[in-house]
């Protein structure tokens, strides 16, 4: 989903689900913020896009 500058997304890895949000910038970087259903914490990540 995606509202303005934010995309979110949920996802599957085997039987454990996580959600993930991320900041687009203007130069098309997504800056993530993610989390996996029943672990404590999060964790980020910067995906570049490739030019």
């Given at each position: ?19 993930v ?5 203007a130069?098309?970087t ?13 964790g ?8």
């Open positions: 989903m995606r509202n303005d500058d934010s995309f979110a997304a949920a996802y599957k890895m085997g039987d454990v689900v996580g959600l949000i991320y900041k687009v910038a130069d098309g997504l800056n993530g913020l993610w989390t996996i259903a029943g672990n404590g914490g999060n980020t990540e910067v995906l570049v896009p490739v030019r």
